[in-house]
Structure formats: C-alpha cells, structure tokens
C-alpha cells in the first residue's frame, strides 16, 4: 500500500487504492468509488479497523482516534456502535472460540440480517428492532432460528463486557424441528439432471456421496486419491471434527476427474481463496429447473441414508459413509471396533451408483 503525507488537499485528491499516512504508519484511508474510509492496522495478525468516514470525519480529528487505538490494548477496546461491537466480537470471542467456518458463518449472519443496525449504537438498539429484522426471515425458518442464535450470543457477549443491555431476549423466531423429508425417485431424478455447473456438480456429488454441503464445497485436489479411489477429509472442514475417509465409486469419481486439476479449492468462490457460498441463490434456480421444491440440501444426505437402507446396507456402514458419531455402535464399540469397513463402504456405494442409473434411466 502507497504510503502518503497526509493533508488535507491530498485526502480529497486521492484516487481509489489504500493509502497510508507517513507521519503515523499504521494510519490510513481506504478510497472506495463511494466513500473513503479511515482505518487502523494493529498488532501482529495487523487487524484492521475503521474508525469513520471522510470528510464527516475530518483528517485531524481521524488522526487524534487512530493514535488512541494504537495506543490501547485489543482487549480493552471500548466499542459505540454495532458495526465496531461486531467486529470486536468475530476477531476476539469467534476468533478464540469457533472454527474458522463457524466465525465465517456467525459474520455473514451478523452482517447479512442485522447491517441496517450498523450505525447505531449498541445501548439504543431495542427488542423491537432486532424482532423487526427477525420476523422478515420468517419465510426461511431455519436462516431465522440461524440468525436469532447469532444475535443472541453477540448481545450475551456485549452485555457481559458492559457495552449495552441484553435486547435480544424475546423467544426464539421458529423451533429447530427435525426434518424427515426423504426425496421420491422422480425428484431425485429431475434434480439431478437439472443441476449444472459448479452448483449442479456439488449437488451431484451430494446425491453420490451422501456428505454435507460444506464438505463438498470445500474440497481441494489435495484431498483425493485417484489412484486409490478415495477421498480423505480433515478434521478442519468436517462437521464434527474427525478425520474422515469414503471410497469413490465410478459416477463420482468421474465428476471429480472432469474438474480443473489445482491443489486449491475444486470449487472456489469468486475470490478464489474460499469454498463456494452462494447456495441460496443457486438452489432457488435448480428449483425452478427441476421442478422440485420445498427440499434442502441437507435433505439428500437423508435420502442416501434411506436408500442405502432399502437396499439392504448394513447401518453401520450406512453411519460409516454418513461420518456419523453415534448411531448403531455403542461408545465402547466405536473405542474399540477400529474397523474403517472399506470393502463394505465401497460395496454400498457401487450398490447405490446401480440403482441410481436405474433411476435416471427411467
């Protein structure tokens, strides 16, 4: 980043870039289209923060914030408004607390839903905003319940370190009810030949697999074993935190080899550097494609899980492919029957890839 005296002839003069101030180093503006923002980089993971805006904020009164900050410990921060109370919070309590894909997903939510609620400040937002923003989620129960978790555990947080009082404490938006919806053959067919593209590939892979979306979507060349037909996930993308291997049968693993070879993400973002994210946007158009509705991803993972079933496959090694904890092994079982049932993993899914064909086929 260029480094610049700054005055404040040159502020408004500025192009769009990020810019540093020469006399105080780790001050600086970011220049966008619209606005140009001030910010300060602190510590050695060089946390940014931004402190306003100019011209409301002028460059004297900016310079006077940023040398308080730099002169103040992280922890001991005093935050104003919910866009600094969330920040504060995603980079100290999530950061301490959460894997790296929960403190991903507590930002988006925070961010997503409650930005309207940026700039005021923390002791002025009342249960009636945050009831307002929850009750236009109601159409998507479980993005509300989402949301009402993260909100709630950000304002436990704000009140425990004295920056407001608890306002989120009305009852939850919608109950967590476990779904049992299994998808018929003909939906199972329409929406796998409706998916296309990057989309359309992860949900294939879904369907032949059985794994969770955000497995999927993150996987990286790295993980797989062609040669041994095998797929092997670390503990940092899976769901509960253990090292997890399933065979690849023909149909998945041809998906797989048809995809650019890289040692990054098989399915990156726009950015590149993060697995795919947008799957609300894209699941409503494979609805639309396929005719299908009133499904979730999450559901074809219990669709696997029945046919599988039907088909006469043991449950255990249903739970084995499914990465599941408990289930039909007792906790002294699971300690010691170390067996990984490769043969029998690898049987199931070629039973299943069979009758899938047959499902496609008619």
């Known amino acids: 980043m260029a480094k610049v005296a700054f005055t404040e002839l040159t502020i408004r003069n500025l192009k769009p870039g990020s810019y540093f101030d020469e006399k105080t180093p780790a001050f600086g503006i970011r220049v966008g289209k619209n606005r140009k923002t ?13 402190i306003g805006h100019y011209p409301a904020l002028p460059l004297a009164e900016a310079r006077k ?42 930002g988006r939510l925070l961010t997503k839903h409650f930005g309207s609620l940026d700039r005021k400040k923390l002791s002025a937002i009342t249960t009636g905003h945050l ?66 593209g990057q989309f359309g590939q992860i949900v294939r892979l879904l369907i032949l697999t059985g794994q969770r979306r955000g497995e999927i ?46 040692d990054g993400y098989l399915f990156p973002a726009r ?8 799957f609300s946007a894209a699941k409503a158009s494979l609805d639309t494609a396929s005719g299908v509705s009133g499904w979730t991803l999450h559901d074809l993972r219990r669709t696997f899980a029945t046919n599988l079933a039907g088909l ?10 499914l990465n599941h904890i408990t289930g039909s092994l007792s906790p002294i079982a699971l300690r010691y029957n170390k067996a990984k049932y490769d043969k029998e993993m690898r049987e199931a899914l070629l039973l299943w890839e069979q009758h899938l064909k047959g499902i496609l086929a008619a």
């Open 38 to 50: 001030w910010i300060v980089i602190r510590g050695r993971e060089r946390i940014r923060t931004r």
């Open 217 to 262: 979507a993150a996987l990286k060349g790295a993980y797989i074993d062609f040669e041994g037909n095998e797929v092997t996930l670390p503990p940092e993308i899976v769901k509960n935190a253990r090292r997890h291997s399933f065979p690849l049968a023909p149909m998945a693993r041809d998906i797989l080899k048809s995809l650019p070879e890289t």
């Open 131 to 196: 009831t307002g923003i929850l009750d236009g989620l109601l159409a998507t129960p479980s993005e509300a319940q989402h949301a009402f978790k993260a909100a709630r555990s950000f304002f436990r947080w704000a009140e425990a370190r004295g920056y407001c009082k608890n306002p989120c404490t009305m009852p939850a938006p919608s109950r967590d009810l476990a779904r049992d919806r299994v998808l018929t053959d003909d939906e199972l067919k329409r929406i796998y030949r409706a998916a296309a």
């Open 65 to 106: 914030k940023a040398l308080v900050l730099l002169g103040t410990p992280l922890d001991q921060q005093t935050v104003s408004t919910f866009a600094e109370g969330r920040e504060l919070y995603l980079r100290t309590h999530c950061a301490q607390r959460q894997r790296e894909r929960t403190r991903k997903e507590t």
């Open 312 to 321: 006469g496959v043991a449950p255990h090694v249903v739970e084995r492919l």
């Open 271 to 278: 950015r590149r550097e993060t697995p795919f994210a947008g």
